[in-house]
């Protein structure tokens, strides 16, 4: 039921901002970063999916982010979604890998 409620409000919150966005007639999307840990995001996202016995992390950097929790979550539980429903029950695979000349991070999500 939690989860429930969870997708919900997200869902909410994302419809409200793509509402004001038509409304106003321009695309000013505004962001809601705060500092978050990667493990914790990817945890919350997989507790939201179907149950799937086959979804683990692997190389999976526990930084702390800078980021709009929301939106990470949103592309995540997508990707995972994909995963789940177009991969023949298959493994799914969460890897994350760091670039740090370009202050990058990398996150796959990888069906075999």
């Known amino acids: 039921m939690r989860n429930s409620i969870t997708d919900s409000k997200e869902q909410l919150a994302l419809t409200d901002q793509l509402f004001m966005l038509s409304c106003m007639g321009h695309a000013d999307v505004r962001l809601r970063p ?3 840990r990667l493990v914790a995001i990817i945890n919350d996202v997989i507790r939201t999916l179907p ?3 086959k979804i683990t992390m692997r190389q999976v950097k526990n930084v702390t982010l800078y980021i709009d929790k929301m939106r990470l979550q949103v592309i995540l539980r997508n990707l995972l979604t994909n995963a789940i429903r177009y991969g023949a029950d298959n493994e799914i695979i969460i ?6 000349e ?3 991070l990398s996150i796959s999500v990888i069906d075999q």
């Open 95 to 100: 890897r994350t890998s760091v670039i740090p």
């Open 102 to 104: 370009f202050d990058t």
């Open 34 to 36: 705060a500092q978050y």
């Open 51 to 53: 149950a799937h016995p």
